[in-house]
């Protein structure tokens, strides 16, 4: 426990049963993978989240923000700071308006993304089925630009809702968000538009209207779809690299390199999908990213690319 003793006793009497200190990550990750973090912080309302980011600015504490954990790897050693969950606090999915051609959704960042989706189905409006399956929070979709082949958030977000470090609430058009594969960056909002201490409160997506039945047929058709591509009978981030601008993608690249099965540990190439890395047996983050540099290193001599993580990986150098 790094904390000093003054930052425990105000994080216990500010937030009681909703902060743990040395709690393990492994608990809050879908590799069921990760050392102990100071204190995890489940903030129960948008005020108790605001004075938690005023207050570890303050006292120069360090945070991460989580959404579910799906997209996250976190080292054996553990995370010092804070870890603060959102998905207490920022919740909400609501209609804002509607027009002739097009209705603006309301989703808070700490929502399942599959509630939108499911939202956004029954109330007949098209434009977030191509994030069905995907797991993981609003937040999360927002800041890595999820996607699949049938389209990302880039291309139904309007504008989001941002919190910033000391407090104050922002929000940004889509003029001033800037779309990358995988990523999101602000333009003269965060240093070098580094959302690393700005958080997303909330997104606001322009959907269409259309037929609820058919909107649902299509839902069906691509989570079997992917439900069947993808090992979902062991934990894992999801797609571990992204893909290459152009030509195959890393799936297939890490395949015609032999790697399917490969392992270290408890950490596996999945025979299914070679662009999950799997744990199979305990695995730890060692395992993962000693398999990781496997990956990267076979396929940079076989091909002469150089794949990226799309994990999100943090935490303490052992």
Known sequence: MSLEHEANNWLRHRFGRNVKFDEPMSKHTYFRIGGPVDAFVVPQSQKDLIDLIIWAGQMQQPYIVIGDGTNLLVRDAGIR???????????????????????IISAMAGARLQALCKFAIESGLEGMNFA????????????????????????????????????????LERSQLVFKYRN??????????????????????????????????????????????????????????????????????????????????????????????INTDNASAADVTALMEIVQETVSQTFNIELTPEVKIVGTQA
């Open 132 to 171: 069905i399956g995907i797991p993981g929070t609003v937040g999360g979709g927002i800041v890595m630009n999820a996607g699949s082949a049938a389209g990302s958030v880039e291309g139904v977000l309007d504008s989001i809702e941002v919190l910033l470090s000391g407090g104050e609430r922002l929000t």
């Open 184 to 277: 999101l960056s602000l333009k003269k909002v965060a240093p070098n538009g580094d959302l690393e201490k700005t958080i997303v409160l909330e997104g606001h997506f322009q959907l269409r209207p259309s037929d609820a039945r058919y909107l649902k047929k299509e839902a069906r058709e691509m989570l079997n779809k992917r439900r069947t591509a993808q090992p979902s009978n062991y934990a894992s981030a999801g797609c571990f690299f992204k893909n290459p601008a152009s030509g195959k993608t890393a799936g297939e690249l890490i395949e015609l390199a032999g790697l399917k099965g490969k392992r270290v540990g408890g950490a596996e190439v999945s025979a299914k999908h070679a662009n999950f890395i």
């Open 81 to 103: 700071g804070l870890v603060i969950m959102l998905t207490k606090c920022l919740n909400k999915i609501s209609r804002l308006n509607r027009g002739d051609d097009t209705t």
